[in-house]
């Protein structure tokens, strides 16, 4: 069954009367990793919002496991990762996982087992006693992706997750991301302004384009998969990473092919 | 300790100081107007009129007033914090009763005391709703401000868990808003002492700090020290008011030591 499904998606901000978004269809399939990207103000975050029925659209059905997206998110469909990782600073980072099982009536017993199989997962044993502040952004991100796997949603969606972080540790978390990806056979929805992150994690890279928003590309990243370092230096890799770029040259956004610019959330 | 020797010093200074130089201004120094800080000291270990020590009868009287006062601090800090759940969930509340739990507290406490006096009747009851009434009112502007101090996307993820009102608010909101309701605390651990001292005076209540400072009010002229003395002990209670609130934050409040605007 199609994970999520975008029909004549239109969104308008009543004030400044801003369309952010105008006519968007977009189906995922189960299993996808799929990417937005576009310059900003192209509502690639608005998007991911619709989906989690974080905003409401002006117009359009959204579907979420073939459920409205309201009904999708009362049953815990999915599980959202923000750009700043949002830990709560006052609970330890075994708490912060354990937030949404607290919220679904688990026991303490059954959280706190949970909670270490996740933490093992993240590569974070033994940093459950921790406060977020006391960790780097990377850890921090880590804490963040494994709240939101914590009561195993099928489906995924990150609003540029790894934004924030240094390119090292970006292309580091790249790779555990996949590897969780791979592992929990999840759908991801991810949204990224870099060109790179988005041909490298994805299966398929949707272009968009702004004011008003709208779908302007999507290409299928054919790479082989399991990815790994080497699949950077693939000529076919850079392929892909131009045809990306040429499609955003052509929707506005600026000459070095990178979208750069924060976008308004 | 080292601050409290400077303060003894200063104190024995600025009075030696004018008292040697003759100098008039903002008031003569003598032993009435201000007493050697060991006679103030030394008057504490003195018997008074009635008999007992007078250490005895201003350790009965903190007492009492502590009582009025922490049961005052108590109520209205219970009373202010649910105020600001309330408040917090309804801008229209918000809209329509803040103005007047603002004005309440232009009221001076002096002109409200009788009225409760009247009403509860004389006695440790009415006194505690006077220490009350001060004390509520930051409680729940603090509260309130902290309540809705998280950021957006900490709402935006609980909504994501389809968190319920109850949720968010144990969660998000409550953990969110403790440095600014101890902030708040602090202030009014302090202001309901004050408030039980005020609150004596016009129930006309002997057994506390209130009555004690009326009655060396009196004496004041023949036994200045022991006015200071009680100032003394009264200034003493509101500190460790003070000092137990700031422990009690330590205990509950654990997070990154970023300062509360």
């Known amino acids: 069954m199609t994970v999520v499904t975008i029909s004549g998606l239109t969104k308008t901000f009543p004030r400044g009367n801003v369309t952010?978004?105008?006519?968007?269809?977009?189906?995922?399939?189960?299993?996808?990793?799929?990417?937005?990207?576009?310059?900003?103000?192209?509502?690639?975050?608005?998007?991911?919002?619709?989906?989690?029925?974080?905003?409401?659209?002006?117009?359009?059905?959204?579907?979420v496991n073939g459920k409205s997206a309201h009904r999708a998110r009362l049953d815990h469909d999915y599980g959202m990762v923000f750009q700043d990782s949002v830990l709560f600073d006052w609970r330890t980072v075994a708490k912060n996982v354990a937030l949404p099982l607290e919220m679904l009536g688990w026991e303490r017993a059954r959280r706190k087992r949970r909670v270490e199989e996740l933490l093992?997962?993240?590569?974070?044993?033994?940093?459950?006693?921790?406060y977020p502040w006391q960790l780097s952004g990377g850890m921090q991100m880590r804490v963040a992706i494994a709240r939101a796997l914590s009561f195993e949603p099928a489906l995924l969606l990150m609003d540029e997750p790894f934004g924030a972080l240094d390119e090292m540790t970006r292309e580091r978390l790249n790779i555990?991301?996949?590897?969780?990806?791979?592992?929990?056979?999840?759908?991801?929805?991810?949204?990224?302004?870099?060109?790179?992150?988005?041909?490298?994690?994805?299966?398929?890279?949707?272009?968009?384009?702004?004011?008003?928003?709208?779908?302007?590309?999507?290409?299928?990243?054919?790479?082989?998969?399991?990815?790994?370092?080497?699949?950077?230096?693939?000529?076919?890799f850079f392929e892909l990473v131009t045809e990306v770029r040429e499609l955003l040259r052509g929707v506005g956004a600026d000459q070095h092919g990178s979208v750069l610019a924060e976008e308004p959330a | 300790m080292a601050v409290l020797l400077a303060l003894w010093g200063l104190w024995e200074l600025y009075r030696w100081t004018w008292v040697e130089t003759g100098w008039t201004w903002p008031f003569p120094v003598n032993d009435t107007t201000l007493p050697h800080l060991h006679t103030i000291f030394g008057a504490l270990g003195k018997h008074t009129s009635a008999g007992p020590l007078l250490i005895t009868v201003l350790l009965k009287s903190v007492w009492f007033t502590a009582k009025e006062a922490m049961i005052g601090f108590a109520a209205?800090?219970?009373?202010?914090?649910?105020?600001?759940?309330?408040?917090?969930?309804?801008?229209?509340?918000?809209?329509?009763?803040?103005?007047?739990?603002?004005?309440?507290?232009?009221?001076?406490?002096?002109?409200?005391?009788?009225?409760?006096?009247?009403?509860?009747?004389?006695?440790?009851?009415?006194?505690?709703?006077?220490?009350?009434?001060?004390?509520?009112?930051?409680?729940?502007?603090?509260?309130?401000?902290?309540?809705?101090?998280?950021?957006?996307?900490?709402?935006?993820?609980?909504?994501?868990?389809?968190?319920?009102?109850?949720?968010?608010?144990w969660k998000l909101r409550v953990p969110a808003s403790l440095p600014y309701v101890f902030t708040a605390?602090?202030?009014?651990?302090?202001?309901?002492?004050?408030?039980?001292i005020i609150?004596?005076?016009?129930?006309?209540?002997?057994?506390?700090?209130?009555?004690?400072?009326?009655?060396?009010?009196?004496y004041y002229s023949l036994d200045p020290a022991s006015l200071w003395?009680?100032?003394?002990?009264?200034?003493?209670?509101?500190?460790?008011?003070?000092?137990?609130?700031?422990?009690?934050?330590?205990?509950?409040?654990?997070?990154?030591?970023?300062?509360?605007?």
């Open chain 2, 76 to 169: 209205g800090g219970v009373v202010g914090f649910l105020l600001a759940v309330g408040l917090v969930h309804s801008r229209l509340a918000q809209r329509a009763f803040l103005p007047y739990i603002v004005a309440s507290q232009t009221i001076p406490i002096l002109a409200v005391a009788p009225m409760v006096v009247v009403w509860l009747k004389a006695g440790w009851q009415s006194v505690a709703v006077i220490a009350a009434y001060l004390t509520f009112f930051p409680v729940t502007i603090n509260t309130l401000r902290g309540l809705q101090s998280a950021e957006p996307r900490a709402h935006e993820l609980l909504r994501s868990y389809a968190a319920s009102r109850w949720h968010v608010l």
């Open chain 1, 176 to 236: 555990e991301l996949l590897e969780l990806w791979r592992r929990l056979e999840s759908t991801i929805v991810f949204v990224t302004h870099s060109i790179s992150e988005a041909v490298f994690l994805s299966t398929r890279v949707v272009v968009m384009s702004p004011r008003p928003g709208r779908v302007a590309g999507i290409v299928e990243i054919d790479l082989p998969q399991p990815r790994t370092n080497d699949t950077r230096e693939d000529p076919r």
């Open chain 2, 229 to 261: 003395a009680t100032n003394l002990i009264a200034a003493a209670l509101g500190i460790a008011f003070f000092v137990v609130i700031v422990i009690a934050e330590k205990i509950v409040v654990r997070r990154a030591p970023v300062p509360v605007a």
């Open chain 1, 20 to 63: 952010a978004l105008q006519g968007i269809d977009l189906q995922i399939e189960p299993g996808e990793f799929v990417s937005l990207i576009g310059p900003s103000g192209c509502g690639k975050s608005t998007v991911l919002r619709v989906i989690g029925d974080l905003i409401q659209p002006t117009s359009g059905t959204i579907e």
């Open chain 2, 199 to 218: 609150g004596e005076l016009p129930s006309s209540i002997q057994d506390g700090l209130g009555g004690a400072i009326l009655n060396f009010n009196q």
């Open chain 2, 185 to 196: 605390l602090k202030i009014s651990a302090t202001a309901s002492v004050v408030g039980a």
């Open chain 1, 120 to 130: 093992r997962l993240v590569e974070l044993q033994g940093f459950g006693d921790h």
